[in-house]
């Protein structure tokens, strides 16, 4: 039977209006409201960089081939482009109101043309002595060859010219300075007045100064914005090895082609038609009027002032009880499994296992697998402090982590150059598995210590993303996370695995398995139930699999932080499928699959999502928590989430993205859990 599902690219666009939602929300904290738009607009440079350059190339493909029998991408394409500038909308009256609320609270955001002379006294040095250097001006008349604009950057695009003479007019392009300048220039306060002004406006200040030699009087400036396609191209020339064709495909990206155009609204329409020729760029749903500011992913780093009122109360790491002993962390988890979740514990408890790693004598080998990293990762100093300590220290690291290539491609430099052994993974299959395996000898036999996550070994995300390390020295779990290490190396070797589920392997055929025992059992009128908290439920096997389930009166919980093709509620059909997201001040990156399994639970924690990617073209890792306790901790977790009454919203067929109405409004559910984990740390 064919079930109906959500199209992918609206399921996408559906989560990142629940972004909006929290920066719309009057009780979330101004600032944290000017970031959710910032987190909202990064999403979607990465929504058209990836998924709608995917949908043009479909496009493309099915013109060649008309005979084939799929949902009509020019549809979705339309789609796509009605969502999004009715997104664009809400978004610029959330900004509007932002600002009225901010200058409420006496914070102002001024342009150039606002400037009193004392303001542009200051502005003016500090263009001088900061931003003036950085620029650089490209003068369009005479370019044979029109400049390639930066995918992350924003532009000036300067128009200049003689008031009586149009003729004369002349154009260029300057590039805002990004990283080493903040976007922001916060002003001398006054009195209790606060300001800040774009280093955008900044810039259009001294334009007179950047064009002196010219002899116009007559100045006009609009900030443009490119998105191209971020796909790698990945050659199969097996000569080149894969370290130099990663490098090949990352110049091809900054030549992709171009999938969005956003403008300044008020240009005026022969600057529009010119800079359009000059891109090639005639599709009109990527063509994107905005407003006079563009690149609104640098709000995520907005300046609160010191204020706290106007951000989230910090809520610091907690304690490990287990881990506060005084005994070593290995020596804890020789004796019992440990269970750490982020934010509201410290990730410093695994970077700590490592340095103790490669400091102990009976420690000979540590492995690792690596997808993303923090820019200066204590993740990558402990494991060359390894190194140096004469410890075998195998690294395997992602190359082709999206956004992250030319990252990894350095960190595995560093490495190699410090002594540390690389190895790349396999062909086709991206490493996600979140794994670390510490080897040693403890009275003459082998000992080994493992580490399965859900999130990146990044300090960075590990304050903002919620994600679940299991420390384990359980022979059931080293065993096979070895033989996992051993595949990615030989993967052509046979093995087998009892207890993990590894994709492209065994998870998918594990997880349709657990699924038709929840079938059966609930058939034979036992209890029958899963619970699933996911970034992502749109595999087709695996929905089609859920609706089996539903119909057969198996009870389905999902928590679903983004993409879902679910619908749940529906009659004869998912009726016994409940769907929320939850979207707060962290983001949700936990996996976590239960199922009933007839009175005796499995637990699994994963770096996988339900995707078709993660089950059949990555290698993936879930593993099971055998510990009572720490199941009683997860279990306490769906129950939290699952009651959550203010972040929490409603899947359903229209994509509504409802509050729920059937929740606690007392509990938001990160606080809660939070606060439960502090009282246990005090019992």
Not at 166 to 184: A, H, M, N, V
Request: hydrophobic share 40%; with cysteine; glycine share 4%.
């Amino acid at each position: 039977m064919k079930f109906n599902k959500i199209n992918r690219e609206i399921s996408w666009l559906s989560f990142n209006e629940r972004v909006l939602q929290e920066a719309e929300d009057k009780n979330v904290p101004l600032v944290e409201r000017m970031r959710f738009l910032g987190i909202f607009s990064n999403n979607l440079d990465e929504f058209f960089r990836v998924r709608v350059a995917t949908v043009r190339r479909v496009i493309k493909f099915v013109k060649k081939k008309k005979s084939l029998n799929i949902e009509s991408p020019q549809k979705v394409m339309n789609q796509i482009y009605e969502i999004v500038m009715r997104q664009q909308l809400r978004f610029i009256k959330t900004y509007d109101s932002i600002l009225n609320e901010l200058e409420s609270k006496n914070i102002f955001i001024i342009n150039e043309e606002e400037l009193d002379p004392e303001q542009a006294s200051f502005v003016a040095n500090y263009y001088l002595n900061k931003v003036e250097p950085l620029l650089v001006p490209i003068m369009l008349k005479g370019l044979k060859v029109f400049p390639r604009l930066k995918e992350d950057s924003i532009y000036l695009f300067v128009a200049f010219s003689k008031k009586d003479d149009s003729k004369s007019t002349q154009y260029s392009l300057i590039e805002i300075p990004r990283g080493s300048l903040s976007r922001f220039l916060v002003l001398p306060q006054r009195d209790d007045k606060k300001y800040l002004i774009y280093l955008d406006d900044v810039i259009r200040m001294n334009l007179s100064r950047v064009l002196y030699i010219f002899d116009y009087d007559h100045i006009e400036s609009y900030v443009i914005k490119i998105t191209r396609d971020a796909e790698l191209d990945i050659d199969d020339d097996v000569v080149r090895g894969f370290y130099d064709k990663i490098k090949k495909s990352l110049e091809k990206r900054k030549q992709g082609e171009p999938v969005r155009f956003i403008y300044d609204e008020n240009m005026p329409e022969e600057y529009v038609n010119f800079l359009l020729n000059k891109l090639n760029l005639v599709e009109e749903e990527n063509i994107i009027p905005g407003g006079r500011y563009h690149n609104f992913k640098d709000f995520m780093k907005f300046p609160h002032f010191g204020n706290s009122e106007l951000v989230n109360p910090y809520y610091p790491p907690l304690k490990h009880g287990e881990l506060e002993k005084g005994s070593t962390i290995l020596k804890t988890i020789g004796q019992k499994d440990i269970m750490l979740h982020y934010p509201y514990q410290s990730f410093d408890y695994v970077i700590d296992m490592l340095r103790e790693a490669a400091i102990n004598p009976t420690i000979s080998k540590i492995k690792i697998t690596i997808y993303r990293l923090a820019n200066d990762s204590k993740i990558v100093n402990a494991l060359i402090n390894a190194a140096k300590n004469g410890k075998e220290v195998t690294v395997v690291i992602e190359l082709q982590a999206r956004f992250d290539e030319a990252a990894n491609l350095g960190w595995a430099k560093t490495l190699t150059d410090e002594g540390v052994r690389i190895a790349l993974g396999i062909s086709g299959l991206k490493i996600h598995s979140k794994l670390i395996l510490i080897e040693g000898k403890e009275h003459g036999k082998i000992k080994q210590y493992a580490h399965v996550g859900t999130g990146n070994f990044h300090e960075g995300t590990a304050n903002v993303y919620s994600d679940i390390s299991l420390l384990t020295s359980d022979e059931r779990i080293t065993t096979e996370v070895s033989r996992v290490f051993d595949f990615i190396e030989r993967p052509y070797l046979p093995t087998h695995f009892e207890h993990l589920l590894v994709s492209p392997i065994y998870n998918r055929k594990s997880l349709i398995g657990f699924i038709d025992t929840e079938i059966k059992n609930a058939k034979n009128g036992k209890t029958a139930w899963i619970k699933l908290k996911l970034n992502s439920l749109v595999d087709n096997i695996m929905v089609d699999k859920l609706y089996e389930a539903s119909r057969a009166g198996v009870k389905i919980d999902l928590v679903v932080r983004g993409i879902c093709s679910i619908i749940p509620g529906e009659k004869n059909m998912s009726e016994n499928i409940r769907a929320i997201s939850i979207v707060d001040k962290y983001l949700e990156h936990t996996r976590i699959y239960v199922f009933g399994n007839n009175g005796k639970p499995k637990y699994y924690i994963s770096s996988a999502d339900w995707m078709t990617r993660n089950l059949d073209a990555r290698i993936e890792v879930a593993a099971p928590i055998f510990d009572k306790k720490l199941q009683g901790e997860l279990k306490k977790f769906f129950q939290i989430q699952m009651k959550d009454g203010t972040k929490a919203r409603e899947f359903d067929r229209s994509m509504s993205n409802k509050y729920v109405k059937n929740g606690d409004k007392k509990i938001r559910s990160q606080i809660a859990f939070y606060e439960y984990l502090a009282d246990k740390l005090k019992s």
